[in-house]
């Protein structure tokens, strides 16, 4: 089993910036995609950031150009820097990471979420 723990979460006025971490750990084969999803109330769960272990991103269209994901994989971590925070991007942000067991299969992972709540 993976473990995943997310931390930087928090209130921010409108405009202001959060750097959200997760940390993998336990029985780790190999990590390949690191991820960030989010859940607003009453909205169903989005991709907000996908990284690969080769250094390929992509990014949801609401947030291109503000938020920036990034690993550190010696470390089983990936970050989520995010700047220019709207009032839409008020959500529970978890960590999702694609875990490897063998040539094509993989387990997948969720961290337990992150309230991030932006006020106006």
């Known amino acids: 089993q993976v473990q995943l723990v997310e931390s930087g979460g928090g209130l921010v006025q409108a405009g202001g910036s959060l750097r959200l971490s997760c940390v993998a750990s336990?029985?780790?084969?190999?990590?390949?995609?690191m991820n960030w999803y989010r859940q607003a109330p009453g909205k169903e769960r989005e991709l907000v950031a996908a990284?690969?272990?080769?250094?390929?991103?992509r990014y949801a269209d609401s947030v291109k150009g503000r938020f920036t994901i990034s690993r550190d994989n010696a470390k089983n971590t990936v970050f989520l820097q995010m700047n220019s925070l709207k009032p839409a991007d008020t959500a529970v942000y978890y960590c999702?990471?694609?875990?490897?067991?063998?040539?094509?299969?993989?387990?997948?992972?969720w961290g337990q979420g992150t309230q991030v709540t932006v006020s106006s």
């Open positions: 999702n990471v694609h875990d490897m067991v063998g040539d094509y299969t993989f387990r997948i992972y």
């Open positions: 336990g029985s780790i084969f190999s990590i390949n995609t």
């Open positions: 990284s690969t272990t080769g250094g390929n991103t």
